[in-house]
């Protein structure tokens, strides 16, 4: 339903690539806290050049400190995609 892509196991967390959306993000980490037992959230736009072979991010929004059940409203607000019907 996301069109997500690309899911990347970090350890503590999970890495994904975003579909078009309403943000330019097309990167986003989920990392858990485990000491807080909390989760951050960081949106991102990863390019490449092909010409100079350099990739640059540009954070589009960083959110910490969010509890589980936050996760889905928060991703939804942010790209407008929803997770489920």
């Known amino acids: 339903m996301t ?4 899911f990347i196991d970090m350890g503590n967390g999970l890495r994904m ?4 959306n309403k943000t330019s993000a097309n990167r986003l980490d989920i990392i ?4 807080a037992d909390l989760y951050n ?8 050049s092909k010409k100079t ?3 640059k991010e540009k954070d589009i929004a960083v959110h910490e400190g969010i509890y589980f ?4 409203e928060m991703f939804t607000m942010m790209t407008g995609l929803y997770t489920r019907f």
Do not use: I, P, Q
């Open 53 to 55: 072979f350099e990739c």
């Open 69 to 72: 059940d936050m996760l889905e």
């Open 3 to 6: 069109g997500s892509r690309d």
């Open 17 to 20: 690539s975003l579909t078009r």
């Open 41 to 48: 959230m960081r949106f991102y736009r990863r390019t490449f």
């Open 32 to 35: 858990y806290d485990a000491g």
